[in-house]
């Protein structure tokens, strides 16, 4: 039985749990279909929390002080408008919130080290047109159970998030140090219903779960330890989109193997469908995730960060690398193309350590129908500072993804705010978000070490030929009303 508790609705909680394994069927509810993430367009990216039609961005704290209990954490909403999202908390009122375990309405309590906000995602889980938030809170302990993990769900409404009923719920069995809600992802994964499934990880693989009647149900588990593919996989990431074209989002699973003594990231990808979410293949990368139209062929494509091997080393690659399959009737094809900093036409040479893929974001920067691909490396060193970050943008084209108009940027950048300081690790999250609905993708990215731990968040705008560092703005917890001092702001940033 799932533990679940809820807030402002009276419906009783009830869960049903079905065997899981590829080719069984999931069975899920009637609602009204969400849309599958993955794509260029605002319905595809699931990020609409009150129906407006502009991109919403949700941002975590996971070690913000709430309540004076440190690191209990915090989430930060942001909506779209016809001039963007609001950088501050004062005009216009109701652009944007801070939400936490002690917000009135929602489930739980703020405690020490429950790290709320330390993995978020978006998705229409009740079918009601308004996307929904979906909480990790990693740290949480289920009475004596430390570190079990618990998971929020806040609904989205005309009124944005929070307004009506929420859920918390925790893993069918809670375990001490799993961790269950570190990270998560929502799309519609199968047939006989028109709402989006939800996939949470913890350290024994994901547990599934669907909207029915007003309660969530459990469906299962994917163990990542025993799938078929020849890689024992920890979990570490989340990622969906619909490589195959079939009308079903697909779950990528990635992060590392002990058979290889965790030195490479993988992925395992499970295929949607109208009666199964099955297992289909391994891929080699899962450092970073993220999936849209790279080459406009109505297929997603699948990006991937990687580690760099000892061979990347001896041929001075070795700063990290990225990996595109691109699409296709089969899902995901290889050969893998395999992008670094050492690649013609991209700025910058790779260097030990850079972590370029760390994080991926997947959106049309220019407006030009093909999906661009922002690139984050929290370990880039500027100059002699170490670890300032810096992020990079890559071009999609009809051939797939191009060097040709490539960017970068970094706090010493002309007319980027800020400076470049030792640990600030610009490019830890990296979100690209069309919140003005003008068909153009502003660049979201995070530094959650800068001003020692505080965080910071940075926002670049779009234009016709790419980002702009010009117009560019930056902004921390405090200007949206959270508690900043060592909070850790940005350190998840929805997908």
Same mark, same amino acid.
């Given at each position: 039985?799932?533990?679940?508790?809820?807030?402002?609705?009276?419906?009783?909680?009830?869960?049903?749990?079905?065997?899981?394994?590829?080719?069984?069927?999931?069975?899920?509810?009637?609602?009204?279909?969400?849309?599958?993430?993955?794509?260029t367009?605002?319905?595809?990216?699931?990020? /609409?929390?009150?129906?407006?039609?502009?991109?919403?961005?949700?941002?975590?704290?996971?070690? &913000?002080?709430?309540?004076?209990?440190?690191g209990? +954490?915090?989430?930060?909403?942001?909506?779209?408008?016809?001039?963007?999202?609001?950088?501050?908390?004062?005009?216009?009122?109701?652009?944007t919130?801070?939400?936490?375990?002690s917000?009135?309405?929602?489930?739980?309590?703020?405690?020490t080290? !429950?790290?709320f @906000?330390?993995?978020?995602?978006t998705? /229409?889980? /009740? %079918?009601?047109?308004?996307?929904d938030a979906?909480? +990790?809170?990693?740290?949480? =302990?289920e009475?004596?159970?430390?570190?079990?993990?618990?998971? *929020?769900?806040?609904?989205?409404?005309?009124?944005?998030l929070?307004?009506?009923?929420? =859920?918390?719920?925790?893993?069918?069995?809670?375990?001490a140090g799993?961790r269950? @809600?570190q990270? #998560?992802a929502?799309?519609? $994964?199968? %047939?006989?219903a028109?709402? !989006?499934?939800?996939?949470?990880?913890?350290?024994?693989?994901?547990?599934?779960?669907?909207y029915?009647?007003?309660?969530?149900?459990s469906l299962?588990?994917l163990?990542?330890?025993?799938?078929?593919?020849?890689?024992?996989?920890?979990?570490?990431?989340?990622t969906?989109?619909?490589?195959?074209?079939?009308? $079903?989002?697909?779950?990528?699973?990635?992060?590392?193997?002990?058979?290889?003594?965790y030195?490479?990231?993988?992925?395992?990808?499970?295929?949607g469908?109208?009666?199964?979410?099955?297992?289909?293949?391994?891929?080699n990368?899962?450092l970073?995730?993220?999936?849209?139209?790279?080459?406009?062929?109505?297929?997603?494509?699948?990006?991937?960060?990687?580690?760099?091997?000892?061979?990347?080393?001896?041929? %001075?690659d070795?700063?990290?690398?990225?990996?595109?399959?691109?699409?296709?009737?089969?899902?995901?094809?290889?050969?893998?193309?395999?992008?670094?900093?050492?690649?013609?036409?991209?700025?910058?040479?790779?260097?030990?350590?850079?972590?370029?893929?760390?994080?991926?974001?997947? &959106? /049309?920067?220019?407006?030009?129908?093909y999906?661009d691909?922002?690139?984050?490396a929290?370990?880039?060193?500027?100059?002699?500072?170490?670890?300032?970050?810096?992020?990079?943008?890559?071009r +999609?084209?009809?051939? &797939?993804?191009?060097?040709?108009?490539?960017?970068?940027?970094?706090?010493?950048?002309?007319?980027?705010p800020?400076?470049?300081?030792?640990?600030?690790?610009?490019?830890?999250? #990296?979100?690209l978000?069309? *919140?003005?609905?003008?068909g153009?993708?502003?660049?979201?990215?995070?530094?959650?070490g800068?001003?020692?731990?505080?965080?910071?968040?940075?926002?670049?705008?779009?234009?016709?030929?790419?980002l702009?560092?010009?117009?560019?703005?930056?902004?921390?917890?405090a200007?949206?009303?959270?508690?900043?001092?060592?909070?850790?702001?940005?350190?998840?940033?929805?997908?």
């Open positions: 039985m799932t533990n679940v508790s809820r807030k402002k609705v009276s419906a009783a909680v009830a869960s049903a749990t079905f065997l899981l394994l590829a080719g069984a069927g999931i069975v899920a509810a009637p609602a009204s279909y969400a849309g599958v993430p993955g794509g367009s605002a319905v595809d990216r699931n990020s /609409d929390f009150n129906g407006d039609g502009y991109d919403d961005v949700l941002i975590g704290a996971p070690s &913000g002080t709430v309540d004076g209990k440190e209990a +954490g915090y989430v930060t909403v942001q909506y779209g408008a016809p001039n963007g999202i609001a950088t501050n908390n004062t005009v216009p009122k109701g652009r919130a801070v939400i936490s375990q917000t009135p309405g929602v489930p739980g309590t703020s405690e080290y !429950d790290s @906000g330390q993995a978020i995602a998705g /229409d889980l /009740d %079918g009601d047109g308004y996307d979906i909480i +990790g809170a990693p740290g949480e =302990d009475g004596t159970v430390e570190d079990a993990g618990r998971v *929020t769900v806040l609904y989205g409404s005309k009124a944005g929070g307004a009506e009923m929420n =859920d918390s719920f925790t893993s069918a069995t809670p375990k799993a269950f @809600g990270s #998560v929502a799309a519609r $994964f199968t %047939g006989g028109d709402t !989006d499934s939800m996939a949470v990880l913890d350290d024994n693989g994901a547990q599934l779960f669907t029915h009647t007003g309660i969530l149900h299962g588990t163990n990542t330890t025993t799938h078929p593919g020849g890689h024992r996989l920890q979990p570490a990431y989340l969906t989109g619909d490589y195959d074209r079939n009308g $079903f989002a697909d779950l990528v699973i990635s992060g590392y193997s002990p058979d290889d003594d030195q490479q990231g993988w992925s395992a990808l499970y295929a469908g109208e009666t199964s979410l099955a297992y289909r293949q391994d891929l990368g899962g970073g995730t993220a999936s849209g139209d790279i080459n406009h062929d109505g297929y997603d494509d699948l990006v991937l960060g990687q580690l760099s091997s000892a061979d990347d080393k001896a041929e %001075g070795d700063g990290g690398k990225t990996a595109v399959y691109y699409g296709s009737s089969e899902g995901p094809t290889g050969p893998a193309d395999w992008w670094s900093q050492n690649s013609p036409g991209v700025p910058g040479t790779s260097e030990h350590g850079d972590a370029w893929g760390n994080d991926l974001s997947v &959106g /049309d920067v220019d407006g030009d129908g999906a691909v922002a690139v984050g929290p370990g880039e060193d500027i100059g002699t500072v170490q670890d300032a970050g810096a992020v990079w943008l890559l +999609g084209s009809r051939d &797939g993804l191009t060097a040709t108009g490539a960017q970068s940027f970094d706090q010493n950048t002309a007319n980027i800020g400076t470049a300081e030792a640990d600030d690790a610009w490019g830890s999250q #990296v979100r978000a069309d *919140t003005n609905r003008d153009r993708a502003e660049l979201v990215a995070s530094a959650p800068e001003n020692s731990g505080d965080g910071y968040v940075w926002l670049l705008p779009a234009g016709p030929n790419g702009l560092a010009d117009g560019s703005s930056l902004y921390g917890a200007d949206l009303g959270g508690a900043a001092k060592a909070a850790r702001f940005g350190a998840a940033i929805d997908e």
